[in-house]
């Protein structure tokens, strides 16, 4: 039995339609990388599984359990196995690092303060972060809110991770280090995983199956190496890299012109 | 022209009829949630502390203000028919059935309401709201709870400081500049008021502790876009609680001094 299965989904907002009858499903231990353009609904499908939208049509499973289904009590159930990274790591600015990572056992566990601060410096420490426990958020760089966030969200020991962009505006650097990171939560934690992401280089290294969101719909859930050779022109594309092609359709992308007329003001490139 | 002003009308009175659904509800899972653990003792303190404690400036500079200026009224006004000796008797009148409730709450729904949405807001729009959620924390449990009991209890406390402070000012006008007895201004101000009086104030000052932190947290909750919608949650939340504080404040009066 799948641990996720999302099962026909649909979500507009208004008339815009952003799920269209998306299916997928995660077995357990398994690290999915959903890939697609700004605006395909990525976003959303992350809400939907935890229940944060009400989709139009469709549902998702987590564990066996309908979340659409749930009353907030259990809702709150299932979501303490799930750890959630959000793409701007969403910490909360009123505490310093150390609450915001004991967020979870403060609420839900009964550790004593000692055992907190423990798990607290475990749980830094696996995501490559020392003695920042007093700090802010405000203090830290958005690579590190990063990290405080995956902290935050692994402290309760989640038996699913989703990560919401966890590199979008990160420097090349870092965006590998937060790659190493959740391979290494996987392999710590045998956890399984959703990723979204843009950024191909870690999305092929996270991936046990890579999946595609296109205008709503879901255009293949592959093997990375397959995903790779998959013919679909949207596919290619967007591992080319290329403005040129069905991914933008309306507007069309500014066409490439070898020949642009510079600025009268321009200044010429090739100074003596 | 005709049809899409009835349009818009339906819509107007359809969107009223949803956002007061939707506040009923909130503020119905708000008062439930006092009673579901786990309880938060640290963030009430906190809660009780940027309420009360940091509001007596404020409420100290207004009531001053305000039952100085009333006294000044109050002398000039019945020095029409020579009854000056009743000046003291309507301030303490005024002041604890009046003046001191609403100008407090009116003066909170500024300070507090409006941090309260502005605070909220900014965590909507930041996805720190999201946050709890999948912390597996009802938002309105953490967030809501704190401020709803430190309101509560704070603004019947302020009152009475305000009440307390109202005496002083008029203290201050008719016997330190109208020339009048002390003694008879102490017997006076309370001459017309009774126990009664103050419990009306006291339940005032609760029902407006109960507005103001309710439509502001809850206009913060409901928070929508980015800077646009933190700018507009506060505003919107002082006007909607000030009004409500006067609406409640007629009724109350009605219905408890019958």
């Given at each position: 039995m799948p641990v996720i299965d999302v099962v026909n989904l649909s979500k507009s907002f208004g008339k815009k339609v952003v799920l269209?009858?998306?299916?997928?499903?995660?077995?357990?231990?398994?690290?999915?990388?959903?890939?697609?353009?700004?605006?395909?609904?990525?976003?959303?499908?992350?809400?939907?599984?935890?229940?944060?939208?009400?989709?139009?049509?469709?549902?998702?499973?987590?564990?066996?359990?309908?979340?659409?289904?749930?009353?907030?009590?259990?809702?709150?159930?299932?979501?303490?196995?799930i750890g959630m990274c959000f793409q701007m790591a969403a910490l909360f600015d009123s505490m310093s690092v150390e609450e915001n990572v004991g967020f979870a056992l403060m609420r839900h566990t009964h550790m004593t303060l000692a055992e907190r601060a423990a798990r607290v410096e475990e749980c830094l420490n696996m995501v490559g972060l020392k003695?920042?426990?007093?700090?802010?958020?405000?203090?830290?760089?958005?690579?590190?809110?990063?990290?405080?966030?995956?902290?935050?969200?692994?402290?309760?020991?989640?038996?699913?991770?989703?990560?919401?962009?966890?590199?979008?505006?990160?420097?090349?650097?870092?965006?590998?280090?937060i790659g190493r990171i959740i391979l290494d939560l996987k392999a710590q934690m045998g956890v399984t995983s959703i990723t979204i992401?843009?950024?191909?280089?870690?999305?092929?290294?996270?991936?046990?199956?890579?999946?595609?969101?296109?205008?709503?719909?879901?255009?293949?859930?592959?093997?990375?190496?397959?995903?790779?050779a998959n013919p679909h022109p949207v596919i290619q594309q967007f591992l080319r890299g290329d403005a040129e092609g069905p991914f933008l359709e309306d507007p069309p992308p500014p066409a490439r012109d070898p020949h642009r007329t510079p600025h009268p003001q321009a200044i010429p490139r090739n100074l003596p | 022209m005709s049809l899409s002003l009835l349009e818009r009308l339906g819509a107007a009175i359809l969107d009223t009829i949803t956002e007061t659904g939707d506040f009923v509800t909130v503020s119905g899972r708000s008062f439930i949630s006092i009673f579901k653990p786990p309880f938060d003792g640290r963030r009430l303190l906190y809660q009780l502390s940027a309420v009360g404690v940091n509001s007596i400036p404020v409420v100290v500079l207004t009531s001053m203000a305000v039952s100085m200026v009333f006294a000044v009224q109050l002398s000039y006004g019945f020095k029409q028919f020579q009854a000056e000796g009743l000046a003291g008797q309507v301030e303490g009148l005024a002041v604890v059935r009046e003046l001191a409730p609403v100008i407090t709450g009116l003066m909170m729904a500024g300070r507090v309401g409006s941090a309260m949405a502005a605070e909220l807001g900014t965590m909507v729009v930041t996805e720190q709201i999201d946050a709890l959620e999948c912390l597996a924390t009802d938002p309105v449990q953490f967030l809501f709870v704190p401020r709803l009991l430190a309101s509560a209890v704070m603004l019947p406390l302020l009152t009475g400081i305000a009440i307390y402070v109202g005496y002083l000012g008029g203290y201050t006008l008719l016997v330190?500049?109208?020339?009048?007895?002390?003694?008879?201004?102490?017997?006076?101000?309370?001459?017309?008021i009774s126990f009664r009086d103050l419990v009306i104030a006291c339940t005032k000052a609760l029902v407006f502790g109960l507005i103001?932190?309710?439509?502001?947290?809850?206009?913060?909750?409901?928070?929508?876009?980015g800077a646009e919608g933190v700018g507009n949650a506060p505003t919107s939340s002082v006007v909607t609680s000030s009004l409500w504080i006067l609406i409640a404040d007629f009724f109350l009066t009605k219905l408890l001094l019958v």
């Open positions: 269209d009858g998306v299916n997928l499903s995660v077995e357990e231990g398994e690290s999915l990388v959903v890939m697609g353009g700004s605006g395909s609904g990525k976003t959303v499908l992350l809400r939907c599984i935890l229940g944060l939208f009400q989709p139009d049509a469709g549902h998702v499973t987590i564990e066996g359990k309908v979340v659409q289904d749930l009353d907030r009590e259990h809702l709150s159930e299932v979501r303490k196995s003695d920042t426990q007093k700090l802010r958020p405000s203090e830290l760089s958005g690579g590190m809110k990063r990290r405080v966030g995956f902290a935050r969200a692994i402290a309760l020991k989640p038996r699913i991770l989703l990560f919401d962009e966890p590199t979008t505006g990160l420097d090349p650097v870092m965006t590998d280090v992401t843009h950024d191909l280089k870690s999305a092929f290294e996270i991936a046990d199956r890579i999946a595609m969101l296109f205008r709503g719909k879901c255009l293949a859930v592959q093997k990375p190496e397959d995903f790779k | 330190g500049v109208q020339g009048q007895s002390a003694y008879v201004y102490g017997q006076d101000f309370y001459k017309l103001i932190s309710l439509v502001g947290c809850w206009r913060g909750y409901r928070t929508r876009g």
